[in-house]
């Protein structure tokens, strides 16, 4: 199963930026790795730290890649 890095930057609601971070998926379509990269920051117990904002999602070598923003 082939994998992809996925970047993550975080903006707080204000709209200044906070951190990056990134993590691999094998995700085929991008809505799924949009729905992933929510799942994660909302779920309780994700060692993150991260509450409220914004995050952009992009993936570069993804053979489906366009960039998206998940409000969390």
Request: aromatic share 16%; hydrophobic share 35%; no cysteine.
């Amino acid at each position: 199963m082939k994998t992809y890095k996925v970047n993550l930057t975080y903006f707080a609601k204000s709209g200044k930026y906070k951190y990056e971070g990134s993590y691999r998926t094998s995700q085929e379509w991008m809505w799924q790795v949009f729905d992933e990269v929510k799942a994660m920051e909302t779920h309780p117990g994700i060692v993150n730290k991260w509450t409220d904002g914004y995050i952009l999602v992009q993936s570069p070598r993804h053979p489906n890649e366009f960039p998206g923003l998940v409000v969390v």
